[in-house]
């Protein structure tokens, strides 16, 4: 089973090919998206100049693809993999831990939330983004890029 993140959502929405025919290779083994996914999408048509015509397109994308929501067992994953995170590339001073984000790593807390997601149903992550490869230094996170 295949967790889409919002680089490939958005290339399927607005027809890149490569990134559609991968898809259409997958969508047998099940393909999926996470709402952290559809609230950065809805995100990305409130900041274009097309609104009305990309939340169509978005909204359409949605309804054709399974959402992972956020439950209890996620929302613990999220706790878990976050402390891994600071643990293993955060600050070792305590103090300097206080004020420390993984904002300050270059994570998103998104990214962390999709993450969460796919280490919590077993699922694979499709994305192009380098956060994830990060991610698999601290949990084996299954990762493949459809770009």
């Not at 890149?16 to 048509?45: K, P």
């Not at 994305?127 to 770009?147: M, N, P, Y």
Request: with cysteine.
């Amino acid at each position: 089973m295949y967790l889409l993140d919002t680089n490939h959502c958005s290339r399927i929405i607005f027809g890149e090919s490569n990134v559609i025919r991968r898809l259409q290779e997958h969508i047998g083994l099940g393909v999926a998206t996470s709402v952290i996914v559809q609230g950065e999408l809805i995100y990305m048509v409130q900041k274009s100049s097309q609104q009305e015509a990309n939340l169509r397109f978005v909204r359409t994308f949605l309804q054709t693809i399974d959402l992972y929501p956020i439950s209890g067992g996620v929302a613990d994953v999220y706790g878990s993999l976050k402390g891994e995170i600071v643990e293993n590339f955060g600050p070792k001073d305590k103090a300097k831990r206080r004020k420390f984000t993984v904002q300050d790593l270059g994570f998103s807390d998104n990214d962390l939330w999709i993450a969460s997601t796919a280490l919590h149903y077993n699922l694979t992550i499709v994305s192009g983004d380098s956060d994830f490869q990060r991610i698999q230094q601290v949990q084996a996170l299954a990762l493949e890029s459809w770009l």
